[in-house]
């Protein structure tokens, strides 16, 4: 018979339900299964840590925001944002979903490429497209949107040089009552910058305007802000078919929905007060059927979503390392991941489970990752019962950014993991090996040999 752990006793005030001045209270049910599968079969099969990417929860997350936006407007076409997590799995998920590819760089634009989707449903946006980016870009029939007038120049010389006629769109930046403006990206609406660059398409007579993309920013916490920008996105489609008689195929609204996660420094969390696609649809295609666009004529709706479709389908699976007492006194829980895998750790405030049934004494913990970093730090503070060396955990929500921005640093990066929607798990990712890391590096001859 095993030996029951030792728990220290541990006086704790009783709480209510009700948020106190420190907000909500922390305490979660333990996550042992992903879609079916026990967590504790994960990491003996793929080691710790380990990314799980559940490919039901990305079709039924995709489904509810494509029903949230169909309901409400009649022509609706999402892209999947390739710097969200392009990862060719994830990204044919969203493909086979319907979704086209938007993309920020000549590489992104290859890995869709090289994913089967067509150049012609391939969204190209950024501030830095090389020539040879532009170049591929017209020879596939792709959507440039242009961010600035050198780029816009620079397309026009390649208009006359090819002799094709590039299908194009400008970015545009405004003011939609949310603070600070995203101003370094695309062309002003306020002051002008915007009917510049849209003049100078039309009367260059080298480009075909085909659409109005912005993007305002990033986890937006009110939906209102997307009606103001699609206003004026509409305001702006019908003032050049007013002026010059040509009608906008489409508007690109963007990206930037909040995801369920909890924002560092948010007194509720955010499963409760984040917007959900219904709030972020009603305000976006209200805007447009309300404004002066002819009936039957209405654009194509474009969404470059990325975060809020994929986030909740990520998991962070760990174990301790082990546990030690800070200076003043506070529980300091050592694990096996870190902030070069957890990124997003910086931004919110991740859901953190134990991976089997616990004990219902907690203890407020400080929780760092393995990193010879002070910064590698993953909850500053957070309910945890008292897990001993070796205990698994789950970190919910990782889905979007950390498979992107994840680092090798200290550590080798680890296996994902993909749950299909057959319940078996895939692996779509190798982990790091001192062969893969070493791979690029040159010795020259003379530091080959040495003494100690």
């Known amino acids: 018979m095993e030996k029951l752990r030792y728990e220290r006793p541990l006086i704790r005030k009783l709480e209510s339900d009700m948020p106190n001045k420190f907000g909500s209270r922390t305490e979660f049910l333990p996550k042992t299964h992903i879609d079916g599968i026990a967590v504790k079969d994960l990491i003996n099969d793929y080691g710790s840590p380990l990314f799980v990417i559940s490919e039901k929860n990305i079709r039924e997350t995709y489904q509810s925001a494509k029903k949230a936006f169909t309901t409400r407007y009649p022509k609706i076409q999402f892209a999947w944002s390739y710097k969200t997590n392009y990862l060719s799995a994830v990204c044919n998920v969203f493909h086979q979903e319907g979704s086209w590819a938007e993309v920020v760089s000549g590489f992104e634009y290859d890995k869709a490429l090289a994913n089967g989707v067509s150049g012609k449903k391939i969204i190209f946006n950024g501030p830095d497209k090389t020539e040879d980016d532009l170049r591929k870009a017209i020879t596939n029939d792709s959507l440039i949107h242009i961010d600035h007038l050198d780029e816009l120049y620079t397309i026009i010389e390649l208009a006359d040089e090819m002799k094709q006629k590039p ?122 059927i309300n404004s002066d666009f002819e009936p039957g004529n209405l654009p194509l709706l474009i969404l470059e979503t990325g975060r809020a479709l994929i986030d909740d389908a990520g998991y962070l699976l760990g174990s301790v390392i082990s546990n030690k007492r800070l200076s003043d006194g506070r529980r300091n829980t050592i694990v096996d991941v870190g902030v070069n895998l957890l990124f997003t750790s910086f931004w919110y405030d991740h859901k953190i489970t134990p991976a089997r049934e616990f004990t219902h004494y907690v203890e407020d913990t400080v929780l760092y990752g393995p990193l010879c970093m002070n910064i590698d730090v993953i909850r500053e503070n957070v309910s945890l019962p008292l897990m001993n060396k070796g205990d698994q955990f789950v970190i919910h929500s990782v889905g979007a950014y950390n498979l992107t921005q994840w680092m090798q640093f200290i550590t080798l990066r680890p296996k994902v993991v993909m749950i299909g929607s057959d319940g078996k798990p895939y692996l779509i990712r190798e982990s790091e090996s001192i062969e893969s890391i070493t791979a690029y590096e040159k010795m020259p001859e003379h530091l080959k040999s040495f003494k100690l």
């Open 167 to 288: 299908r194009v769109a400008i970015r545009v930046n405004m003011d939609t009552g949310v603070y600070p403006i995203w101003d370094r990206f695309g062309f002003n609406y306020e002051n002008g910058q915007a009917w510049d660059a849209l003049n100078k398409i039309m009367r260059s007579g080298k480009l075909e305007l085909v659409g109005l993309h912005t993007h305002i920013g990033t986890f937006m916490l009110t939906a209102q802000a997307y009606g103001t920008a699609a206003y004026k996105l509409a305001d702006l489609a019908i003032g050049i078919r007013n002026r010059y008689n040509h009608k906008i195929k489409y508007i690109d609204m963007g990206g930037g929905f909040a995801s369920s996660n909890t924002l560092k420094g948010a007194y509720l969390p955010g499963t409760d007060t984040n917007p959900t696609f219904d709030d972020y649809a009603e305000a976006i295609t209200s805007a447009l």
